[in-house]
Nanobody, 118 residues
Framework: QVQLVESGGGLGQPGGSLRLSCAAS????????MGWYRQAPGKERSLVAR???????NYVDSVKGRFTISRDNAKNTVNLQMNSLRPDDTAVYFC????????????WGQGTQVTVSS
């Protein structure tokens, strides 16, 4: 059994910062890619940023230069530092991990609300 628990999020002001964290626990052998996705009201869930086990990161164009994804392989955690927030960053954010237990599985966090408003 693997569980992903997210923390952070909440209300941020335009131009401000928020930080999201996600920790995996359970019978984990190793974790490949980690990522953050978001889903705004009325829209589909979409990729925000992903990071490989070796630390190679990629971002959707709308967050490049503003958001930074990082991971700690020893702690099985992934973080998303969000700076220069904009109202269109408002969404539910989900962490995602590709985790080997006995088999490779795709796991999701429960989602955390990020609202950017003055």
């Amino acid at each position: 059994q693997v569980q992903l628990v997210e923390s952070g999020g909440g209300l941020g002001q335009p131009g401000g910062s928020l930080r999201l964290s996600c920790a995996a626990s359970g019978s984990i052998i190793t974790i490949n890619d980690m990522g953050w996705y978001r889903q705004a009201p009325g829209k589909e869930r979409s990729l925000v940023a992903r990071i490989t086990r070796d630390g190679d990161a990629n971002y959707v164009d709308s967050v490049k230069g503003r958001f930074t994804i990082s991971r700690d392989n020893a702690k099985n955690t992934v973080n998303l530092q969000m700076n220069s927030l904009r109202p269109d960053d408002t969404a539910v954010y989900f962490c995602n991990m590709q985790i080997y237990t006995r088999y490779l599985g795709n796991y999701w966090g429960q989602g955390t609300q990020v609202t950017v408003s003055s």
